[in-house]
């Protein structure tokens, strides 16, 4: 065995341990018996690797010890609801999962398995989190979100990944690309909001509500100064807040598309985020924090309708700029921005 496969085969133990680890924590705290713990998966991960080696020697050991291990956790499994009546395959399906890693060590660079080693983990550990969201997302939403990521998976893969009109400016692969991207990042603001809620004060709802839309929460938190004017100054706080997480959710949004123009605007960028902090600290002076009463009146993102308006208007607004371009120079380019910037700055 060259150092290589010692360092792969010792990962392999490791990895299967914090998996088990993790499994064991939990059972300690339901007060629940599982069929293995840390040492168990620690082994399994290592006979994953093993198989992996060994077939390469013998054609079809790796399937066979699958095989071996899936029926292991039947029997398992069946043991477990047999003594205790539970269900739930989560700790078997784990099991596999370790198994596969460290059969995945063996084929593979030691990278992916460590990253689905610790997405194992974190999904294992984050059942109360899960559920506690679940809580929150109504039926219409979920079918919402889950109609668009099927459109997404099914339909992006389809779309041509080239211009499609004259002037050479409409890819729809690339115009639907930013819509999923831009609907994911405002859809992780509307959850928070739903799940923390808009009446927990006026910067944690102007935060949460920043990542979904900023004008949502301009409107909404306007509306609530102009009814109780006492506040104007807690609520332009919240209004201050969002707009300036505007600025850094647009950054993120522009260094995932093009690495290198966000070292350009990363200064005006921060500037305005910097001015918008120093006008928050102006006006918390007095330290006051007031509730939001009124729930923020977001749409939820992956609506199919919202995602078709927003991708419409991104592709009209994509040719305008590059005809304005042609035809105007950088003047015509400044002023689409402009006016598209009201609109929507995504």
């Known amino acids: 065995m060259d150092e290589t496969l010692l360092i792969k085969a010792l990962l392999a133990l490791a990895l299967g341990f914090a998996i088990g680890l993790q499994r064991e924590m939990h059972n300690l705290y339901k007060k629940h018996v599982d069929f293995g713990g840390a040492r168990t998966f620690a082994l399994l991960g ?6 992996g080696w060994i077939n390469s020697i013998s054609f079809l050991f790796a399937p066979v010890a699958l095989m071996v291990v899936g029926l292991l956790m039947g029997v398992a499994y069946w043991i477990d609801v047999v003594k205790s009546g539970r269900s739930g395959l989560t700790t078997e399906i784990a099991a596999l999962v370790t198994f596969g890693i460290g059969l995945l060590l063996y084929v593979t660079e030691m990278k992916y398995p ?20 679940e809580r929150f997302i109504e039926p ?18 389809l779309l041509p990944n080239y211009s499609i009109d004259p002037w050479g400016v409409i890819n729809p692969y690339l115009i639907w690309l930013m819509v999923v991207l831009v609907a994911g ?5 509307y959850i928070l ?5 808009a009446g927990r004060g006026t910067m944690l709802t102007g935060f949460l509500g920043g990542l979904a839309s900023s004008t949502a ?3 909404s938190l306007s509306r609530q100064a102009r009814d109780n004017p006492d506040l104007s100054r807690d609520l332009a706080a919240g209004i201050a807040v969002a707009c300036s997480v505007m600025f850094a959710r647009t950054y993120v949004e522009i260094a995932l598309v093009n690495w290198e123009l966000s070292k350009t605007i990363a200064l005006p960028l921060m500037m305005a985020l910097l001015s918008g902090y120093l006008f928050l600290f ?15 009146k977001l749409r939820n993102p992956f609506d199919l309708r919202e ?4 991708g419409l208007i991104f592709g009209a607004i994509i040719a305008l700029i590059t005809i304005a371009k042609t035809h105007v120079g950088d003047k015509g380019v400044y002023i689409v921005s402009f006016v598209s910037g009201i609109t929507d700055v995504d």
């Open 46 to 51: 290592l006979l994953g690797f093993l198989a």
């Open 114 to 133: 460590v990253v689905l080693a610790i997405v194992t983990i974190f999904l294992l550990h984050s059942k109360a989190s899960i559920e506690k969201i």
């Open 140 to 157: 219409h939403e979920l079918n919402a979100a889950v109609l668009f990521l099927v459109m997404t998976l099914a339909v992006l893969p």
């Open 185 to 189: 990042i405002s859809f992780l603001g």
């Open 193 to 197: 909001i739903r799940v923390f809620g």
């Open 217 to 219: 929460v301009s409107i």
């Open 282 to 296: 102006w006006l918390g002076r007095d330290g006051r924090a007031q509730a939001v009463e009124e729930t923020l």
């Open 307 to 310: 995602a078709l308006i927003f």
